[in-house]
């Protein structure tokens, strides 16, 4: 069995949506899933002056909060972020940026890694924001898994670097989420695949 660790980030809920998606995609291609977020790093005054940013994170209370077992467990991982001026948002930078320990054990590498991401509108940054996550994966020495145009539904969804939204349009619709699941899918089997060539 894979074992897939969903790693996001998500001020409003949009990324949570997506990732509950591919967690949904790991589950039915057969690995076991940990559903995992980042720490919320914001000031409380910031989070309060969105109504809709303080009442995600009490709807999320209950999810787990991300730890380097998570990665040190997982075969593939993927990351949910929004974007940040094109890049991944400060909460994800700041959990990545602990694994040091990891890395420098050589845990990271040979892990298959994918990541999606949510902006405000349809060019707000998002493939730069994946792309921007991959320098990170390429120093751990990962394998990444984007989802291409390998199914229908990357044809309508119209990102190969990973699935992406834009917000201002509400919240993540079937072709999102249908194609945050493929893409989770996609990873499992490709790590699944590595794992039997092994």
């Known amino acids: 069995m ?36 980042v720490a919320e790093t914001a000031q409380p005054e910031a989070i309060n002056a969105r109504p809709e940013w303080a009442q995600h994170l009490r709807d999320t209370a209950d999810v787990g909060q991300a730890h380097l077992d998570d990665l040190a467990w997982a075969d593939v991982v993927l990351f949910g972020t929004p974007t940040r001026f094109g890049n991944p948002a400060s909460q994800l930078r700041a959990f990545m940026e602990t694994t040091n320990v990891l890395w420098f054990q050589g845990k990271l590498a040979d892990k298959v890694y994918s990541a999606f991401t949510a902006s405000n509108t349809a060019h707000g940054g998002q493939e730069s924001t994946l792309l921007a996550l991959g320098n ?7 394998i990444i898994v984007p989802p291409g145009y390998t199914d229908p539904i990357q044809f309508q969804s119209g990102n190969p670097y990973g699935t992406s939204h834009a917000a201002g349009d509400g919240p993540p619709g079937d072709v999102q989420l249908q194609a945050a699941r493929y893409q989770a899918q996609r990873a499992v089997e490709t790590a699944a695949a590595l794992r039997k060539g092994k």
């Open 2 to 37: 894979v074992n897939a660790s969903i790693i996001y980030y998500s001020a409003t809920g949009t990324v949570h949506a997506l990732a509950q998606a591919a967690a949904e995609g790991a589950e039915k291609a057969g690995a076991q899933v940990r559903l995992r977020k």
């Open 136 to 142: 990170t994966f390429y120093h751990w020495g990962g």
